[in-house]
């Protein structure tokens, strides 16, 4: 009689050890914090396989964001030298979506995920903000904002505007300059090359730029005298003025 009471209070335990491990939840270590925690909590890195809580994922996450890194690299990985680049895990978007961050955060991270691929580049006129594919961009010398209100035009290099079916461009203004030289019919200094304009008066012309002096011909660009000294000056123009009528 009491070997059978035994018997049974032994199947009645092992009955709900068996019913307490199946409901048991499954735990596992966090490889950063080194917490054992419940599976419902992990977050697993690709393609490497390590699992880390979602806390320290997150905490990883929100901290290269703020610090503008990228990629986000797993922190074993990362530890472990002998870990190939291939080999090497990396969050995903998903895995960011799936712990959870901010709205502004979240578009850092886009942002950051793009510019692999894609570089962000403001347009000066509409302030617009536009990702332009990273292989064109570095072949392009000059950048069209996509915004079809907007279609501004400007230099990568100098950033500034670029006038179509103007003078080609040149970043420190010499093309430009020549050809508002040319169309205006502007002489050059036959010293200093500095364009000069002539506004009313004969052709007689002295140059402005400081330390220049030179005086020459409107008419022909012949250099007449190079001198400050009025004596000099007037010797000069009533020589060439034999030649060539002022």
Partial sequence: MLQFQ?????RMLAAERAELATA???VFDCG???DTLPEESIARIDPC???FCRECVRSLVVSQIDSRRFPVLCPTCSA???TGTEDTGKVTRELVLDIGITEEQYETWVEMEMSEFFVLQHCR???HSSFFDREQLNEARNLRCPMTECNFVWCKECQQEIVEGGPE???DGSSEMKHLVEQQGWKYCPTCKVPCEKISGCNFMSCISPGCNTHFCYKCRELIVKSAVPAEIGQGKAQHNAKCPL
């Fill in 32 to 34: 950063v914090c080194m």
């Fill in 24 to 26: 048991a939840q499954s």
């Fill in 49 to 51: 396989g390590h699992s």
């Fill in 169 to 171: 461009h040149s970043c």
């Fill in 6 to 10: 035994f018997d049974e209070e032994d």
């Fill in 125 to 127: 006129k509409c302030t």
């Fill in 80 to 82: 472990d030298r002998r």
